[in-house]
């Protein structure tokens, strides 16, 4: 059995294809289904604001072609196609669609598409967290002449300032300030304990005490999750999430 849940949109310009796709998510333990969407537009608004893991989606659509569409999916969403048509076979292998089911298909077969995709997600699971286990655990950081050995776990946040960074840490009122900008500083840090969610503020993600709505609460101290990294911050608190 799956130890992960993956989470779906479906989406077909047929209302019979959709009713169809979704019994077969329905039957799938590991899948949940969070959209049935008629068009490609309908979706991508939907994911602007809810990050999924996978789409089954139709290619011959109006407006927007599930090939078009494809090319706009943030990288961590991925597609399986569904389609009447077998000429797009290879237009879906170059935009590294994980699989390919050509209509009229049965639950066997989709079984055997979102089984391929419930390994490719899991195996991107045991990744992150061997890089997690292989992580750095300081930095060294320039301060009033001195280089401060800074240990990451002790980070709450860092705060961009121009050209100086202030870097809050647990159990100390007062900023460590140092010249580096938030850009170069975002390079180093590791990405599966630290996210950038505003031009000003990059968190640590495991001190997030608290999130209310568009803002995070860390140490009493809140920070506004700007439009321009929400879409990613969303995906970790999904991903994170109990009830995702």
């Known amino acids: 059995m799956s130890k992960i849940k993956i989470s ?11 009713n169809l796709v979704e019994s077969y998510v329905e039957k799938t ?21 809810t990050p999924v893991d996978l789409l089954f989606l139709d290619i011959q659509m109006p407006d927007l072609t599930g090939i078009e569409f494809s090319k706009m999916l943030p990288k961590e969403t991925r597609v399986i196609f569904t389609t009447a048509f077998d000429q797009y076979a290879l237009e879906g292998f170059k ?25 490719w997600f899991e195996l991107v ?47 100390n009122p007062k900023a460590i ?3 580096m900008s938030l850009k170069s500083l975002e390079e180093e840090l590791p990405e599966t304990q630290f996210m950038r ?15 209310e709505r568009s803002q995070i609460i860390i140490n009493n101290q809140r920070i506004t999750v700007s439009e321009q990294y929400k879409p990613k911050f969303l995906a970790f608190v999904n991903n994170n999430s109990l009830n995702s």
């Not at 479906?10 to 294809?17: F, G, H, K, L, Q």
């Not at 049965?106 to 055997?112: G, I, K, R, S």
């Not at 031009?199 to 608290?210: G, H, T």
């Open 177 to 179: 300030l140092t010249l």
């Open 197 to 211: 969610v505003h031009r000003s503020f990059i968190v640590a993600l495991k001190n997030i005490d608290i999130i």
């Open 8 to 18: 779906c949109v479906i989406v077909d310009d047929e209302p019979m294809a959709l």
């Open 125 to 171: 699971k045991e990744k992150k967290q061997n890089i997690l286990s292989e992580e750095k655990e300081f930095l060294f950081v320039k301060s009033e002449y001195k280089q401060l050995r800074i240990k990451l776990a002790d980070v709450l946040y860092f705060e961009g300032l121009k050209d100086y960074i202030k870097i809050w840490l647990k159990d």
């Open 95 to 119: 935009v590294e669609a994980l699989d390919y089911l050509l209509k009229p298909f049965d639950y066997a077969e989709f079984l055997a598409a979102a089984n391929k995709a419930n390994t």
């Open 29 to 49: 333990p590991f899948l949940v289904l969070k959209k049935k969407c008629s068009s490609a537009i309908e979706a991508m608004e939907f994911i602007k604001t």
